[in-house]
């Protein structure tokens, strides 16, 4: 049975929960919450895992803090024995628009300190990532206070469409590869 290995980026403590720089926990806990199921603590993170068709899946919420993120994502892979080509990596993206979605197979880390981390530690950068659209509107050199902030009402409105089209780019790209998932949804 083929396995993937699902990671939302994020950082793990309360003072962290909803703002965008942690959209990719709320991608996972979507997915894992939608298909019942339950979330355990492990080693560097929260895991969970089931099946979607003939599919295995194990998601991943890193509790190594966002800047330390490819040791958590490094150690699932080699125990679960998961290929890079069946790791997808979720995560927030300051270039696109909120709530714009995009598969890509891999490339460069665009700034993002937890690809930095992952791509570093797995020694490629070619490995699949969804990237969520979280805007950048917000004043010169204010960047870090922005994506540590919470979404506004406006964008939280958008937030249940967009995550159920986030679990349809997973399960596609577990059931029929990045390529055609890209095709299909970017």
């Known amino acids: 049975m083929n396995q993937y290995l699902i990671v939302g ?8 929960r909803g703002t965008r720089h942690n959209i990719g926990f709320r991608m996972v806990s979507h997915l894992a919450d939608k298909q019942g199921w339950t979330w355990s603590t ?15 899946l194990t998601l991943l919420k890193p509790s190594t803090y966002m800047n330390l993120s490819g040791t958590a994502v490094r150690y699932w ?15 927030d993206d300051l270039a696109l628009p909120f709530g ?17 981390h992952i791509t570093e530690l797995l020694g490629t950068d070619r490995y699949p990532r969804l990237r969520f659209g979280i805007g950048h509107d917000y004043p010169r050199g204010k ?3 922005y994506v540590l902030a919470q979404f506004p009402e406006g964008e939280l409105a958008d937030m249940p ?14 059931l ?10 970017n």
């Open 9 to 16: 980026l994020g950082n793990p403590t309360e003072e962290y």
């Open 42 to 56: 492990a080693r560097h993170g929260e895991i969970t895992s089931g099946r979607i068709k003939n599919v295995q």
């Open 77 to 91: 892979m080699q125990e679960l024995k998961i290929p890079v080509d069946h790791i997808l990596i979720c995560l």
């Open 100 to 116: 714009t979605l995009r598969m890509k197979p891999g490339g460069s880390a665009g700034g993002h300190n937890g690809l930095k």
């Open 143 to 145: 960047q870090i206070e």
């Open 161 to 174: 469409r967009l995550l159920e089209r986030v679990d349809e780019m997973i399960e596609s790209f577990c």
């Open 176 to 185: 029929m590869g990045v390529e055609r998932t890209m095709n299909s949804f």
